[in-house]
């Protein structure tokens, strides 16, 4: 099933995207007509997930007799999946966009000093901006601003303190019932399902920052700055997560695409290992980092004022966000 969280006069309803996802059936108002009564899980998306099986289970009940009374999906305005996660952690899984990201950086740096070839050439020797070996030790991660997400079609002012603007395709998952100290094997089951997330990145602030060896902080977090959507799809309806086509898009320009199937750290590894001695709950987010080609810092391009970002993973759909530069 493909929920969505769409507004209404003001409201936040949960729905189900029917109909090759062109309607929503909201899902309070069709199971209070099919049945009758009220529904507490079908309050919001959160309250789906902490529902579990069962509200999952009624939600497909409640579709299959619903369908005709839909609403056009044009005719509303969608919300993130879910507005504001309990919390978010965004992990670094893609091996290839750091070692590209890296690069970048190193001739960002190079570049801005009075002999750039020579500065490659130190950076390159010292290991300067090199992808770190706790990469490969362990997933990484870092906890996001759950308080800056929106969702599809919504404008992203950029911080007045940056220049370097920058999207991050990625996509990932919801956590699907409580649990710690959770085996590899068994990690799967503790997924709920999947959507599209645009970690959007002040790269100028990031890699100013980013020595102090902790963060990102105002690279990433600034209002608006976490996009989502345009659904949640639950697990059941994807069979492999580890074999999506992702692209990414610049006012309908290809800039680069990618596949899940090059993760280095599966969703599975980064939940048995931040289970360790700590209580996940329903509905904390995982992102997955940025799939390799899937920025602008990897090609050294940049955003500018109205440009329109599409991010695309196969089988959730298109995220779409306009960037506008703070006074024009």
Known sequence: ???????????????????????IVDLADAHAKTFGEDYAPFSSVQAMIEGGDAALDRAYETVKKATADAIQRAGVRLLAPVPMPIQMRDCLCFETHLK????????????????????????????VFAVPQTFYDQ?????????????????VPWPSYSKLMDFELEFGFFVRKKGVDIARDKARDYIYGYTIFNDFSARDAQTQEMGGQLGPAKGKDFDYGNAMGPCLVTADEMTDPYNLTMICRVNGEEWGRGNTSTMHWKFE????????????????????????????????????????????????????????????
């Open 1 to 23: 099933m493909k929920l969505v969280t769409y507004d209404r006069q003001g409201a936040q309803r949960a729905g189900a995207l029917v109909n090759d996802d062109a309607a």
């Open 100 to 127: 590209q990201s890296f690069a970048a950086v190193r001739q960002v740096r190079a570049n801005a000093t009075p002999d750039p070839q020579a500065a490659m050439r130190e950076f390159e020797e010292k290991g």
């Open 139 to 155: 997933p990484i991660y870092y906890k996001a601003n759950r308080f800056s997400v929106i969702g599809t079609d919504v404008d």
């Open 269 to 328: 590894d980064l939940i048995a290992h931040v289970s360790r001695s700590e209580t996940l709950y329903p509905g904390e987010f995982f992102g997955s980092g940025t799939v390799g080609n899937g920025c602008g810092l990897e090609h050294m391009k940049f955003l500018k004022h109205g440009d329109v970002v599409e991010l695309e993973v196969e089988g959730i759909g298109i995220l779409r966000n306009r960037v506008l530069v703070r006074g024009q």
